[in-house]
């Protein structure tokens, strides 16, 4: 059986760095398997979904990489919720409930005051219909839940190993609620079955409510996929990323710092493994070695140098060809340039700022107790043409001639050369710079 998986995200708010994770995952095990990656917009909630939220989803896998073999929309499959629904009538697994939001809460908080777990006690099955009738007259609606079989889940989870829900211990979830409308819970189980999802990967704040919704399969006479529950990312601050977070944290934010969609696709995917996370070029790369078994138990801090250091790692062995069409559409089209400057660049935008330092103008530094080394450095200057052996050729002689060495003679000619205490090797940068710019800016000329 061809590998199915879904990434389900509802479209009620952009996706953060946490939501980006399962994602990564869906779509690297699917392509490891050689299987099928569906998008599924859980958008039955009709208030607070809205389409700027679900072109921003689309817009964010897109710059992931994370390409869809099939796109579907929740909200076009009512009809088969309504269905399902009324099977699970009919079977008496799916029972009306008329308590208000307050009046659970205060069941719950009885129960809590007096020891016990607050679970659902049930009370609507014990409800008559006249009582029902009664209760419908005054104006109340029913939400619904499903009863669930005292008996414990057990699954052999891809990443968990071994895992037991103890049903018992669970209130009977809600399904619909008292405006008819849906929870992810039937939903999710209705296109999980119909879609032919072999493999449902999600955070391990579902493993609780996979639980229930083995029973809502088994009551559907489905056939029950594998789970896996993969850890969550939290914030620094140690607490879980929210979907409505907005800020450093959203998909979006991250794009807009100049993050390239690889070191984001290699974080998500690697940590938490025993494995360092480090970066490659390619999603099929990564997906060549991808091992869902290595994913890790523990929550997982989110950092932002943790990005920072994969994208410089990930830049510093991009090859020319890669980049070719980004560095010509900001004017900077060189293979020798880019082998100059990768080395030193964490984010691709700083790659303008030494193109800056080659072309000018630049302010040199010359201190005034190096002025005669300058002074002689410029005598010194090689003859036309320059290449990767000029900066050897010249310091070689400058050495020998003053008898400088190490930082008092490389210290200077790249303050006089670039304004700066620090950039790519100066052998790599001198031919670009050239014997026209080299000369004005060891005269003191920007």
Partial sequence: ??????????????????????????????KSQGGTFILRLDDTDRERSTEEYADGILEDLAWLGLEHDALHRQSARFERYDAAAQRLKQAGRL?????????????????LARGLPPVYDRAALDLTDEEREKLEAEGRRPHWRFKLEPKTAEWDDLILGTVRVDCKSLS??????????????????????????TDVIRGDDHTTNTGAQIQIFEALAARL????????????DGKPLSKRLLGDYTLEAIRGMGFEPM???????????????????????????????????????FE??????????????????????????????SPEFWEAVRPNLTLFDGAAEWWHVIEGPVEPVIEPEDADFIAEALAALPGEPWDGSTWKSW????????G????????PLRLALTGLRHGPELANLLPLIGPERAKARLSGKS
């Fill in 1 to 30: 059986m061809t590998v199915t998986v879904r990434f389900a995200p509802s479209p009620t708010g952009k996706l953060h760095i946490g939501n980006g994770r399962p994602a990564v995952l869906n779509w690297l095990y699917a």
């Fill in 395 to 402: 310091t070689d002689t400058l050495k020998s001639s003053t």
């Fill in 404 to 411: 400088r060495k190490g930082k008092g003679l490389f210290m």
């Fill in 225 to 236: 996929p594998r789970f896996g529950h993969h850890s969550m990312l939290i914030g620094p």
């Fill in 263 to 301: 070191a984001v696709n290699c974080m998500l995917a690697l940590l938490g493994t025993a494995e360092a996370a480090e970066p490659l070029l390619t999603l099929d790369e990564l997906a060549k070695g991808f091992d869902i078994a290595k994913l890790g138990r523990g929550q997982i801090r």
């Fill in 172 to 197: 009977d979830p809600v399904l619909i609620r008292e405006d008819g409308s849906y929870l992810y819970t039937l939903p999710s189980v209705v296109d999980d079955m119909e879609m032919n999802v």
């Fill in 95 to 111: 029972y009306p409930c008329y308590e208000t939001p307050d009046e659970l809460d205060r069941k719950r908080k009885r129960q």
């Fill in 304 to 333: 932002a140098q943790e990005i920072e250091r994969l994208n410089a790692g990930l830049l510093h062995k991009t090859p020319y060809e890669a980049v070719k069409a980004r560095l010509a559409e900001r004017g900077m089209d």
